[in-house]
T-cell receptor, first 108, second 113 residues
Framework: KNEVEQSPQNLTAQEGEFITINCSYS?????LHWLQQHPGGGIVSLFM???GKKKHGRLIATINIQEKHSSLHITASHPRDSAVYIC??????????FGQGTRLTINP | NAGVTQTPKFQVLKTGQSMTLQCAQD?????MYWYRQDPGMGLRLIYY???????DKGEVPNGYNVSRLNKREFSLRLESAAPSQTSVYFC????????????FGSGTRLTVV
């Protein structure tokens, strides 16, 4: 079993829908990253959070340390949100442990 | 624009050839990392450098060597390429260990035939 599990692995939705991607982890962490990887391959850090909730535009990330769970929400989804979303747990002094990624497709 | 610059973007090698992937960042970050990304495997850490002058093995270091040339530059060397090293390689940097200000390079797609 992976230390960081994401669900779903694939998600297809219609433009405008509210999107939720989940991340559960089994290791002790100091923080968690949400990353976005577009079809061209580049990876961008969306959030780094260690507690509570962060919001940037239509993206919201939450984390519950006690339940070892984080979610990434996208409101009013748009085709340009289509990408792979990756959560990565900061475990130990140096180590990022990555989930497998969730491939999101938003259809117009 | 500030960021992490990786070269080359694409490379095809024959088995047994050697090559060096270059990475440079201009954000004055202390920590730098090399990852590989394979289908179904996610990102895996090859080597990292917590600060200038230090390097440590990650999850999959076999077949690779690294050099932290200075604070800006962190190179990854394949001494004798193998088909199993066909992958997409990403360099990343952060302000300090643990990932504050985590920034990725654009990746190098390497094929070993």
């Amino acid at each position: 079993k992976n230390e960081v599990e994401q669900s779903p692995q694939n998600l297809t939705a219609q433009e405008g829908e509210f999107i939720t991607i989940n991340c559960s982890y089994s290791v002790g962490i100091s923080a968690l990253h949400w990353l976005q990887q577009h079809p061209g391959g580049g990876i961008v850090s969306l959030f780094m959070l260690s507690s509570g909730k962060k919001k940037h535009g239509r993206l919201i990330a939450t984390i519950n340390i006690q339940e070892k769970h984080s979610s990434l929400h996208i409101t009013a989804s748009h085709p340009r949100d289509s990408a792979v979303y990756i959560c990565a747990a900061v475990s130990g002094a140096q180590k990022l442990v990555f989930g497998q990624g969730t491939r999101l497709t938003i259809n117009p | 624009n500030a960021g992490v610059t990786q070269t080359p973007k694409f490379q095809v090698l024959k088995t047994g050839q050697s090559m060096t992937l270059q990475c440079a960042q201009d954000m004055n970050h202390n920590s730098m990392y090399w990852y590989r990304q394979d289908p179904g495997m996610g990102l895996r850490l090859i080597y990292y450098s917590a600060s200038e002058g230090t390097t440590d093995k990650g999850e999959v270091p076999n077949g690779y060597n690294v050099s932290r040339l200075n604070k800006r530059e962190f190179s990854l060397r394949l001494e004798s390429a193998a088909p199993s090293q066909t992958s997409v390689y990403f360099c990343a940097s952060s302000e300090r260990s643990g990932g504050y200000g985590y920034t990725f390079g654009s990746g190098t797609r390497l094929t070993v035939v």
